[in-house]
């Protein structure tokens, strides 16, 4: 209830439920406790004491304590009604048209609604904040201008950067090289690679100066290195096995069951929403599977389980980041880039040698 006390408190939160107050169905929901049952603010059933009552800032929050929803007023259809949809639409609209970075009480006042909720329904649907979406559009449009032959100078200004430094700053999160760079269509980064046969087929691993930037497994080794060339098309790509060697030993350890967890530097591109994906990922314990759904709720993002498994899909590095250990909420292995095979049997592995190091 964090996000709902910054806003209101629990006297004007009761007000609102004694009152019926139907312009707040969606900001929030109330709980009650003899009944174990959910409702939003407008619900026409007789009110409870107010000692039973419990709030939540939405039927997730109410559902992970325990609570079902009213069957009266159905407050899960506040949740996945058209107008959701249609205020993130036209909040996209706006930040994507505005020419100058947009402030969340600028957005929000354009949208005729609070701060609070479009902050809310936008992470919900997005996966990612106002702010963050905002980001990656300028860094989208400042690529699209280096593309086009425009100047460095002039495509950074052209996307919305007030400053070169406010560009480098974000250069490594989201370019994954610096802005001059990727000015040359990537010319001058260049991509190390090794080769190497493993229980699971090949496996391919490639590093930058500043980490490792794809991991990955298959059947045919000539596959796999056209891949490699065909992602960093720009680059200048070698095969350095010398360098590597460290890298691999480890992944090949893990592999093998006498390395839990894989400690290499990672140089990748992501979203803000991947990278937080991702770094959920990092933290499920070896052996231990998750659903896209408890990775969801891991990072505060209970109904954007389609966008976590969007995520896990394009994970860069397997093994490194464990995109494995994510599974379908009815326990089914689901779909995993590198093969179900490899997939079931990097499970069995694991649990296998957890289970040997417990006994």
């Keep these: 209830m964090a996000e709902m006390e910054m806003r209101m408190n629990d006297e004007q939160l009761w007000e609102a439920v004694l009152t019926r107050d139907a312009r707040l169905d969606g900001e929030f929901v109330f709980a009650v406790s003899s009944t174990q049952i959910y409702c939003r ?18 039927p997730e929050a109410a559902e992970e304590a325990g609570f079902r929803a009213c069957r009266r007023c159905n407050p899960r259809s506040i949740e996945s009604s058209d107008g959701k949809s249609k205020l993130i639409f036209q909040a996209c609209e706006l930040l994507d048209q505005s020419e100058e970075p947009m402030t969340l009480s600028r957005l929000s006042e354009s949208l005729g609604v609070s701060s609070f909720h479009l902050q809310r329904t936008f992470k919900k649907v997005m996966g990612i904040s106002p702010r963050q979406y905002a980001a990656s559009r300028r860094t989208n449009k400042f690529k699209q201008g280096v593309r086009e032959g425009l100047p460095v100078a002039s495509a950074m200004y052209d996307a919305g950067y007030s400053s070169s430094s406010r560009l480098y700053e974000r250069a490594g999160e989201e370019l994954g090289m610096t802005p001059a760079t990727y000015s040359r269509n990537g010319q001058g980064a260049v991509i190390k690679y090794s080769v190497t046969h493993s229980d699971l087929g090949w496996l391919l691993v490639a590093t930058t100066e500043k980490g490792i930037c794809s991991v990955k497994l298959g059947s045919d080794k000539s596959k796999l290195i056209t891949d490699l060339n065909d992602e960093f098309s720009a680059a200048q790509i070698e095969r350095d096995a010398g360098l590597l060697k460290e890298s691999v030993e480890q992944i090949l350890e893990h592999l093998s069951g006498n390395r839990p967890a894989i400690n290499l530097p990672l140089d990748v591109q992501a979203t803000a929403f991947q990278r937080l ?43 490194v980041i464990p995109c494995h250990r994510v599974i379908g909420g009815d326990r089914s292995l689901t779909g995993y880039r590198w093969g179900l095979e490899r997939k079931k049997s990097l499970l069995e592995r694991e649990q296998k040698a957890r289970i040997e190091k417990r006994s």
Excluded at 41 to 58: G, K, L, N, T
Aim: charged share 20%; aromatic share 8%; proline share 10%.
């Design 277 to 319: 994906v991702w770094e959920a990922l990092r933290t499920i314990p070896y052996g231990s599977t998750r659903s896209y759904g408890e990775v969801a709720h891991t990072i505060g993002r209970p109904s954007a389980v389609r966008a976590v498994a969007r995520a896990c899909a394009t994970n860069p590095v397997a093994l």
């Design 41 to 58: 603010p407008s619900c026409p059933a007789r009110r409870p004491m107010r000692e039973r009552v419990s709030f939540f800032a939405d």
